[in-house]
Structures are given as C-alpha cells and as structure tokens.
C-alpha cells in the first residue's frame, strides 16, 4: 500500500530558499491552473513524487477528499489550503513526521494500492478547483470544499 497526501504545500515546505523558489515557479505561471514546474521543484525539495500543484481558486481551510473506490483507505479526510494551492504527493517517512508534528487537519492522506496514474483540476467553478486522482481510467479520490457561510 502506498501512502498519498493532499495539502497545501507550504505546509510541507520549511526552509524559506525552497519555498521563494516554489513561490517564483508558481508566479511565472500565476495565470495558469496547475503548475508542473513546481510539481517537479517540489518533488525534489521533498525528495517524491508530487503529482500536481494547482490553485484551489481562492484559499480556504475547510477542504475535504472523498473516496470513490471501496479500497481506498481514508486516514483523515481534511485538509487545508489557505494559500490557494493544494498538492498531492506521495508521503513518505519524512512527510509523515512532519505532519505528526502538524495539525493533522491540514492534511487529507489515503492509503491504495493502485498506482496514480494522471490528476485532472476542473476549473469550471472560479471559486473551488477540484481535483481528481486517477489509476487508469479509474477515479480514486476527489476534492472539494465545504460551503461555509460567514
């Protein structure tokens, strides 16, 4: 089985060099939906895989995943993204430390055995991006977000 977490990734991302570099690739393409480039940044600071960046449409810390297959194990569900971004990597020893040491609600983190395979956002709402993680041609999880009135 392996471990994936969804999070904003300024939550995993401590030293303030990794995080202008993050901050610069994301800038370059401030217009764009998902950012490869710093998908690819962050896997080297983190030393995995991430598998996507993207903008969540606006900030917001009350995010949530769900499950759309009978094996996913959901570990916590929440997560949040108060910078406006969210990612999702594979988690590691180290990732798993760190969020130990976190609040855990700002990290949603599944457990499967299928292998990710392709992450798609649809933007068609400008508000809240959701993602969907894919094995195949199966969705394994999606994001979303609680519609809380302030």
Not at 75 to 91: P, Q, V, Y
Not at 139 to 146: G, R
């Amino acid at each position: 089985m392996s471990v994936y977490v969804i999070t904003d990734p300024i939550y995993l991302v401590s030293k303030s060099e990794d995080r202008r570099k993050l901050d610069s690739l994301i800038r370059q393409k401030i217009n764009h939906k998902t950012y490869p480039d710093a998908a690819r940044c962050l896997s080297e600071i983190l030393d995995t895989e991430a598998y996507c960046i993207s903008r969540t449409g606006y900030g917001n810390w009350f995010n949530f995943i769900t499950a759309h297959e009978a094996e996913i194990k959901v570990r916590s569900t929440s997560f949040a993204a108060d910078s406006g971004l969210m990612c999702i990597l594979k988690a590691t020893d180290t990732i798993l430390k760190k969020i130990n040491s976190n609040v855990l609600g700002n990290f949603a983190i599944f457990e499967t055995d299928r292998a990710i395979t392709s992450v798609s956002v649809d933007d068609s709402n400008p508000e809240w991006y959701i993602m969907s993680v894919y094995s195949d041609d199966s969705l394994l999880v999606s994001t979303d977000s609680y519609d809380i009135p302030f």
